[in-house]
Nanobody, 127 residues
Framework: QVQVVESGGGLVQAGGSLRLSCVAS????????MGWFRQAPGQVREFVAA????????YYSPSVKGRFTISRTTAENLVYLQMNSLKPDDTAVYYC????????????????????WGQGTQVTVSS
C-alpha cells in the first residue's frame, strides 16, 4: 500500500488562493496518475482534478476549470493543486489519491482507478 499525504489546506476568504500538496510515499511506486477529490458536508465525494503521468495529461471538473491547476514534479510522486479565485462552494475536505499502472487506461476522473487515498485536508472559503 502506498501512503498518500496531503497538506496545505486552511481558511481563506472568497477570491483568495491556496495550494495543496500531495506526496505518494513509496519510492518504487509506479504511478499511472494522481488526482484530487473533495467532499463537502452532506455531499458525495466529487472529482476535482487529475493528472496522468504519461503525457502529463490533465483533467478538471467543469466547476473548477480555469480556476484550479494541477501539476506534478517529474522526479517524485508529488502533485500540487493550485486553487485560485476560491468560492464558498469550494469549501470541502480535499482528498488526494494515487493510481498505479495496474489501472492503466481507466478514467482518472472516476474514483475507481485509485488504490491509495490520503486522509484529507480541510479547505474553508469564507464569504
Amino acid at each position: 500500500q502506498v501512503q498518500v499525504v496531503e497538506s496545505g489546506g486552511g481558511l481563506v476568504q472568497a477570491g483568495g488562493s491556496l495550494r495543496l500538496s500531495c506526496v505518494a510515499s513509496r519510492r518504487t511506486f509506479s504511478s499511472y496518475g494522481m488526482g484530487w477529490f473533495r467532499q463537502a458536508p452532506g455531499q458525495v465525494r466529487e472529482f476535482v482534478a487529475a493528472i496522468r503521468w504519461s503525457g502529463n495529461r490533465m483533467y478538471y471538473s467543469p466547476s473548477v476549470k480555469g480556476r484550479f491547476t494541477i501539476s506534478r514534479t517529474t522526479a517524485e510522486n508529488l502533485v500540487y493543486l493550485q486553487m485560485n479565485s476560491l468560492k464558498p462552494d469550494d469549501t470541502a475536505v480535499y482528498y488526494c489519491a494515487a493510481s498505479s499502472l495496474a489501472a492503466l487506461g481507466k478514467p482518472l476522473w472516476d474514483a475507481g482507478p485509485y488504490e491509495s487515498w490520503g486522509q484529507g485536508t480541510q479547505v474553508t472559503v469564507s464569504s
